[in-house]
Nanobody, 122 residues
Framework: QVQLVESGGGLVQAGGSLRLSCVAS????????MAWFRQAPGKERTFVSG??????TTYVDSVKGRFTISGDARNTVYLQMNSLKPEDTAVYYC?????????????????WGQGTQVTVSS
C-alpha cells in the first residue's frame, strides 16, 4: 500500500515561488500515475497537474507556464510553483491512481496525502 506525505507549503508573497514535495512509501512513482490537486476554502478539490507512470505531464490551464511537476528515483514527486498568485492559495494534495488512467478526475485517485497549505499574499 502506498502512503503519501506532502511538505513544502507556506506563506509567500505574490510573484514568489514554492516547491512542494510528496514522498511515497511503498511502490515507487514509476509504477503509478500521480497528481497534485488543490482545494481552496469553500471550493471543490480540483486537478492542478499530473504525471503518468510513463513520465507524461499535464497541467490545468491556470498554472501552465508557472508550475512544473517532476519526480526523482527516491519516491519523491515535486511541484515547483513560480509566479504565484493569490488565487493559488489552497491546500495542496498529492494523489496516486494505482490503475494508471492518466486522468484529471479526483474520483480516479485512490491514495491521498494529508495536504499542505499554500498561502499567497497580495
Amino acid at each position: 500500500q502506498v502512503q503519501l506525505v506532502e511538505s513544502g507549503g507556506g506563506l509567500v508573497q505574490a510573484g514568489g515561488s514554492l516547491r512542494l514535495s510528496c514522498v511515497a512509501s511503498g511502490r515507487t512513482f514509476r509504477w503509478y500515475d500521480m497528481a497534485w490537486f488543490r482545494q481552496a476554502p469553500g471550493k471543490e478539490r480540483t486537478f492542478v497537474s499530473g504525471m503518468t507512470s510513463g513520465g507524461g505531464t499535464t497541467y490545468v490551464d491556470s498554472v501552465k507556464g508557472r508550475f512544473t511537476i517532476s519526480g526523482d528515483a527516491r519516491n519523491t514527486v515535486y511541484l515547483q510553483m513560480n509566479s504565484l498568485k493569490p488565487e493559488d492559495t489552497a491546500v495542496y494534495y498529492c494523489a496516486v491512481d494505482t490503475d494508471n488512467r492518466a486522468s484529471p478526475l479526483r474520483s480516479h485517485y485512490n491514495v491521498w496525502g494529508q495536504g499542505t497549505q499554500v498561502t499567497v499574499s497580495s
